[in-house]
């Protein structure tokens, strides 16, 4: 399928080489930590729904993804389409300019700038910008901008590795700059580069240091700008407005930087600012990364969930970093109503001076850094004590005052085994020497909506009001229970009262792994019937010509047999070779909507196969499903001989009764056979 952008058709062969230039597992990667997950796969948590542990696979070897917690799966254009709400064509055009391909667009040839999709010329529109700025701080009115970075203890080369700049205190340095070079005065706009003045757009930074803001994959979507001199009378910080490339609750700085290493160590530093992050990073704390006009939030937490690859197990470490004052005692407590969220350990590292990382590096060099970092104290503890150091506890009063304040945020710790520790902590942190008054006043905090009492449910039990498990309900939570598929009744396939799969009208397209493998688990011809199409699409070549005469009829489940007449449609296993990622893209074109995702699955779920023995398996199962078919035969054959009167209908009782006894021979052989296989 060709795309259409704006005038333009990107043509067919351009779009089968971004494919083949775009592997997905680094496409993939660039925005989720992946795992190996045996026998050719890739592991890592989905990002299209949230999860406790990876359900979401990608399958290099056949390029495609498929998630068994939501149902989402497709090729790398499928992929980049869903995780940044583009259109085909831009998707295409994002792969392109990635893996440096320069599409050619049919009804008009190619016009460099016009065809392209709004987020790839908003981009290059920032790309541009960020080398306007970073030329900008060589000259002469940068002057006060290169002394701030000095009097930090930056050098250029510094400035350089960040990408800082220096922007222009005229009106239209940029606009002019960017208009020259093909952009629109509304891309500028809507983008976030300018705003509306009087007589066209003017630069929304003038005169201020500036840093930009990259998303996951390195590219520029925003800036934040410093403010250098006093008669500015804007704020200290101006960052780019909300944008269709720009999102602040979700954007962190530096995360293009810090990936790799978050990924490596398991570990994320949250610091507060742009410099702070340069600072870690420059001392040897590279997963160092910083929010960008907000505070951190629910969807900061998703992005590092998935490069931590956040699972059910206290490993991996969290840290924030707070200034030693009132404002960052705050910042903590606000950041402890975020810390369940995560399911990996989480830290605070608070200079007890009031110094920032940068100034802290500044102060005292590299070294004071890293030992900032490892100084770490766990956000429980540090919350805990927080509250208790506004009370005088030298005094009987001020001891319960601070009791009684401290409760609350004990009772809020979900996990049964931690809350319990922290009891014995806080009793002993306020010199009652008494476990059983202060887990008394901790069961009072819980009775009063603490929300701590949820039956003994842990962090590892998870959250079902946020992180549903497979049984339990809840926004994000995973439908209940196997639901059976609906048989075929003297209706087509897909009708109206059938779901995705010809089920019930809730469908298949979302139920969780392991209530359908229990289902298939439950029907012993379900799951032959499923392993046999994993090998039709997987390895055609190992069932050939027999697997293609089966017909529809062999397959008891509407969906199977609906993506069996597909396999054949397409010329069966025979045309199929020795599968790939182009017989699966035959089968996807040939599928409609319905029946996509299901292929999807059966390209990257894994046959139920040892390495090694592929070749017997596949055998043994072709000779199941023949079984399985004849025996089916072999039950009508008999309910009709049982209707029939064998003296007054002779004839037809012999015909029925030898079709019998051939069948039976022959369900002997194929039983032998799939023994020996």
Request: aromatic share 8%; with cysteine; hydrophobic share 35%.
């Amino acid at each position: 399928m060709a795309g259409r952008s704006g005038a333009g058709r990107i043509s067919d062969e351009d779009i089968a080489l971004v494919r083949e230039r775009s592997p997905i597992a680094d496409v993939v990667g660039e925005h989720i930590q992946l795992r190996n997950a045996g026998g050719g796969n890739l592991k890592g948590l989905c990002p299209f729904h949230d999860e406790k542990s990876p359900s979401f696979n990608v399958t290099p070897a056949r390029g495609y993804y498929y998630c068994f917690g939501c149902a989402e799966g497709g090729d790398v254009i499928t992929f980049v389409r869903k995780i940044e709400n583009l259109s085909f064509a831009e998707a295409v055009e994002r792969l392109a300019q990635r893996a440096g391909i320069q599409l050619r667009y049919e009804q008009g040839g190619y016009v460099p700038g016009r065809e392209q999709g709004e987020r790839v010329r908003l981009i290059e529109a920032h790309r541009a910008a960020a080398e306007f700025y970073a030329e900008q701080l060589g000259t002469p009115d940068a002057a006060p901008g290169r002394r701030f970075l000095s009097e930090r203890g930056f050098e250029r080369v510094d400035a350089e590795r960040f990408g800082v700049g220096y922007a222009p205190a005229g009106w239209e340095a940029l606009s002019r700059h960017l208009m020259a070079r093909g952009f629109t005065s509304q891309e500028l706009l809507k983008g976030g580069l300018a705003r509306e003045g009087r007589r066209g757009p003017i630069d929304r930074f003038r005169g201020r240091l500036v840093w930009p803001i990259r998303d996951i994959t390195g590219d520029v979507i925003g800036f934040g700008a410093r403010k250098l001199l006093d008669s500015d009378d804007g704020p200290k910080y101006l960052n780019t407005p909300e944008s269709p490339i720009y999102h602040k609750s979700s954007v962190l700085y530096g995360v293009d930087l810090a990936k790799r290493e978050i990924a490596r160590r398991s570990q994320a530093v949250i610091v507060e600012g742009y410099t702070d992050v340069m600072a870690c990073h420059l001392a040897g704390v590279p997963t160092a990364v910083a929010t960008c006009g907000t505070s951190f939030g629910e969807e900061h937490i998703k992005v590092l969930r998935r490069l931590l690859l956040d699972q059910a197990e206290f490993r991996g470490e969290v840290i924030f970093t707070f200034d030693g004052d009132s404002a960052g005692q705050k910042a903590a407590l606000r950041a402890f109503q975020d810390e369940q969220k995560f399911v990996t350990q989480t830290f605070v590292a608070v200079q007890p001076d009031g110094l920032d990382p940068c100034d802290l590096r500044l102060k005292h060099g590299d070294a004071a850094i890293r030992d900032l970092i490892a100084s770490r104290e766990p956000l429980f503890a540090f919350a805990i004590r927080s509250v208790i150091s506004r009370y005088d506890l030298t005094t009987n009063e001020g001891r319960l005052g601070a009791l009684d304040a401290a409760a609350p945020v004990v009772a809020s710790i979900k996990d049964p085994g931690l809350r319990r520790t922290y009891v014995v902590d806080l009793d002993r942190w306020l010199g009652f020497m008494d476990e059983g008054f202060v887990i008394q006043r901790v069961q009072q905090a819980l009775g009063q909506g603490g929300q701590g009492g949820q039956g003994g449910q842990g962090r590892q039990g998870g959250d079902p009001g946020r992180y549903g498990h497979q049984d339990q309900p809840g926004p994000y939570g995973r439908q209940q229970g196997p639901q059976q598929y609906g048989r075929r009744q003297g209706r087509p396939y897909g009708g109206p009262d059938q779901g995705r799969y010809g089920g019930p009208a809730q469908g298949r397209a979302h139920e969780p792994r392991e209530a359908r493998e229990a289902r298939e688990q439950a029907d012993p011809v379900a799951m032959l019937e499923a392993e046999a199409l994993k090998l039709a699409v997987q390895r055609p070549a190992l069932l050939g010509p027999e697997f293609d005469a089966l017909g529809g009829e062999a397959f008891t489940r509407p969906e199977h047999a609906a993506l069996y007449g597909v396999i054949v449609v397409v010329g069966g296993t025979v045309a199929g070779g020795s599968g790939g990622q182009e017989w699966v893209e035959r089968l996807l074109a040939a599928a409609g909507d319905e029946l996509r995702p299901a292929f999807t699955r059966f390209a990257v779920e894994e046959p139920r196969v040892e390495a090694g023995g592929e070749e017997r398996y596949a055998a043994a199962v072709l000779a199941r499903l023949l079984e399985t078919a004849v025996g089916r035969s072999v039950a009508q054959i008999k309910s009709r001989l049982q209707r029939l009167n064998p003296v007054e209908e002779q004839q037809e009782y012999n015909r029925l009764f030898g079709e019998l006894v051939a069948l039976e021979q022959q369900r002997r052989v194929l039983r032998e056979r799939a023994a020996g296989a």
